[in-house]
């Protein structure tokens, strides 16, 4: 268990160390890359490359739709402006009102829009670490080691009203023993990590159901992608009106629009990070483009077609796993990782993948632990079952031998 820690202590070790790992990614051309757009799901790079994208984040394809690239034109002719231009706790277009108070009825949540993820965690975090959800009773802040890094960073401001806490993975016996010493814990933590794998969430709420635990939880890699209505993997066993529950999720990603959203328990908890959230709230609010994708996405929400583009993906995942072993294998995640170990390998895995026409991401220091770098590959439910089984041909060719080794050795 790691005490009060200062991510931004760290960066010169993280530079050092992972320097290198990045020279050779960009020199093996997976990084840097500047693309258009020749398909859904098909780009062409600076380097003539045409690439499948294997390395996205958009699991149902959504930000291709028509409806939403409608929307989001519709939205700026119909408002004349692109954003109003101040903090939103003082003003702010009366479409963003209509758009939270549409999230909120989508989800069944009191949702607040925000300008990405990271923004939401780096104003609300804090308020979460000062009591300001809890009675005004800072509670310890305890941080899954693998959250993501959009909350981690917020570390050091938390550690400036309460104690910090950094624990091992899903470590539900480690938290508990916290609860019990401790009068309040709030623990943050992902519903879907982004390398794959989920939370305990189970656990988490027979603690929070024993104990009164806070939970902090970033559902951004679900949202869409599972779920009825897309309420992803958190929210359908949050009740309604659950104040000691606060979720977090990306808009970027499956939903397909733009920015992040915060889901709470009450209007009470909404006001007061509106009045004092920080980064939730400066002049940098969603613009008009964005709001309007997001309307039409939520209108996509409460069609079929959400489902029909659920049901295909999980499809995808199956077929995927029916070629190549993986540790994730059988998960609802759209999120595959093939070990290499080293980054060095992971890099030349990547790039020959890419000069195939597969662009994948090769991950390592310090977005995972060193020593278990990786090929990362994200699947979508608009790729056809032909480009999977050719990507999947092309990489047990390269990597086939190492793949079951590595699943073997588990």
């Known amino acids: 268990m790691n005490g009060n820690h200062n991510q931004h202590g760290n960066y010169k070790r993280v530079i050092d160390t992972a320097e290198t790992s990045w020279d050779c990614s960009q020199r093996s051309r997976l990084s840097g890359l500047n693309v258009t ?18 390395c996205t984040s958009s699991y149902l394809g959504l930000d291709y739709h028509p409806r939403l690239l409608n ?9 004349g402006t692109l954003r109003i231009a101040n903090s939103r706790n003082r003003c702010k277009l009366g479409v963003l009102d209509d758009y939270e108070w549409r999230l909120s009825e989508l989800f069944q949540s009191h949702c607040l829009a925000t300008l990405s993820c990271s923004a939401a965690s780096a104003g609300v975090l804090p308020l979460l670490a000062a009591g300001i959800f809890s009675d005004k009773q800072p509670p310890t802040l305890v941080f899954d080691r693998f959250a ?4 981690s960073h917020a570390k050091s401001a938390c550690a400036d009203e309460t104690q910090v806490l950094t624990l091992p993975h899903n ?13 309040r814990v709030a623990y943050v933590a992902d519903g879907l990590y982004s390398m794959g794998g989920m939370c305990d969430l189970e656990g988490l709420l027979f603690l929070q159901d024993r104990y009164g635990l806070l939970l902090y939880l970033d559902d951004s890699h679900a949202l869409s992608t599972l779920g009825e209505q897309g309420a992803g993997l958190v929210r359908p066993e949050i009740d309604q009106d659950n104040e000691q529950t606060i979720i977090v999720a990306s808009l970027d990603k499956s939903f397909g629009a733009g ?7 009450s209007e009470r908890h909404k006001r007061l990070i509106h009045r004092y959230g920080g980064p939730t709230n400066w002049s940098q609010s969603l613009n008009t483009a964005m709001i309007g994708a997001g309307l039409a996405s939520i209108e996509l ?21 029916s070629l190549v072993p993986s540790e994730q294998a059988g998960s609802r995640s759209p999120i595959r990782l093939v070990r290499t170990g080293d980054a060095q390998s992971a890099n030349q895995l990547s790039a020959r ?11 390592f220091f310090p977005i995972v632990p060193n020593g278990s770098a990786a090929v990362r590959i994200t699947l979508r ?16 060719e390269l990597a086939g031998a190492h793949l079951h080794r590595r699943v073997s050795q588990r």
């Open 37 to 54: 757009v020749l398909a859904p799901n098909h780009l062409a790079d600076q380097f003539g490359r045409r690439l499948h994208h294997f």
């Open 71 to 79: 929307g989001a034109v519709d939205a700026i002719r119909q408002n």
């Open 148 to 151: 993501n890094a959009s909350m």
């Open 171 to 183: 470590d539900m016996d480690q938290l508990e023993q916290l609860c019990r010493d401790h009068p």
């Open 259 to 265: 920015g992040g959203l915060v889901m709470l328990g």
């Open 301 to 321: 929400h409460r069609t079929q077609t959400l489902k029909a583009a659920q049901d295909k993906l999980q499809k995808n995942l199956k077929l995927f796993d």
């Open 353 to 363: 993948l890419a000069d195939l026409g597969y662009l994948t991401s090769a991950v």
């Open 381 to 396: 439910a608009d790729m056809e079952a032909s480009v999977i089984i050719h990507f999947c041909t092309a990489l047990l």
